[in-house]
């Protein structure tokens, strides 16, 4: 079994997938932050996964994937009426991010379920390639 | 006439073996396929890809250079979603699993054989 291709092509996806967790982490974090570096509200981000050809010592091993670009929710800020608050415009709303946890948390089983399915593919190949390597005996 | 009979035997044997040989690169091959689609499973556009096992087992056998006929694509139109993605990921798992135990299996009847012709040669 070419263990190194199946090692290479299911941990770039556990990259890929644990990098999508903490950007749900980082969205959630983030739900109620009314200011950021960019200015505005926070904006919800979100992972693009892309296929790429693994390159190997011998040429191409496989497709892993790969987050190509993380996105910024082009959704408009939700406002709030608060005349109090500091950042509250001349009508008195503050601009929220809109992030919806519900949302977020079906992102997030979604995310650890293809995480544990990389994971049992390692299993997988490892137990396979531990008795290949007994032949030896 | 005795030997004869004995390198029979040893071509009957090393037979078997070839067959076992590609039958366990094919099965090598598919692990890698069904790994990358479990990979892509949140990757937009990307379409499953499995091995046809029996034609991809006769190319081996007649060492012919692999082409991608053996490869069958868009497995389950039916499953597309809206990202153009048809893996699903429990379907996926279970071919993992089916494609590993027989790979054993066949690893099984291998090194089986190989022991059978190590004794028949007195090497046991």
Redesign the interface.
């Known amino acids: ?2 263990i190194q ?2 090692l290479g ?2 941990s ?2 556990l990259t890929a ?1 644990s990098l ?1 967790i903490s950007l749900i982490a980082q969205n959630l974090a983030n739900a109620d932050s009314v200011a950021s570096p960019e200015g505005g509200p926070y904006q919800r981000r979100m992972p ?4 790429i050809p693994l390159q190997g010592d011998a040429g191409v091993e ?4 790969k987050v190509a670009a993380v996105l910024r929710d082009r959704a408009p800020a939700r406002a709030t009426y608060d005349p109090s608050n500091p950042l509250a415009d001349a009508a008195g709303n503050v601009k929220q991010p809109s992030i919806n946890p519900v949302l977020e948390m079906v992102d997030m089983l ?2 650890s ?2 995480y544990e ?2 994971l ?2 390692l299993e ?2 490892r ?2 390639a531990l ?2 390597i007994e ?1 030896l005996k | 006439m005795r030997e004869l009979h004995l390198d029979r035997s040893v071509r009957i044997l090393s037979h078997d073996q070839s067959m076992m040989e590609a039958a366990l690169l094919v ?3 598919r ?2 396929l ?3 689609n ?7 556009n ?1 379409v499953q890809r499995d091995v046809r096992f029996e034609a991809a087992l006769q190319q081996v056998l007649e060492q012919q250079s692999s082409d991608s006929s053996v490869i069958s694509h868009n497995l389950a139109p039916e499953n597309v979603r809206v990202d153009r993605n048809d893996i699903d ?1 429990n379907q ?2 279970g071919k ?2 089916e494609n ?1 135990l027989n ?2 299996a066949t ?1 099984r009847l ?2 089986d054989s ?1 022991a059978r012709l190590r004794s028949a040669t007195g090497n046991a």
């Open positions: 079994m070419s291709s199946i092509i299911a770039s996806a997938q999508r693009v996964f892309e296929a496989g497709i892993g994937v979604q995310a379920r293809s399915a990389n049992s593919t997988t190949a137990n396979v008795k290949t032949l | 099965r090598s091959t692990a890698d069904l790994a990358e479990i990979a892509n499973a949140d990757t937009p990307f990921l996926q798992l993992v699993y590993s790979y054993l690893l291998y090194s190989v």
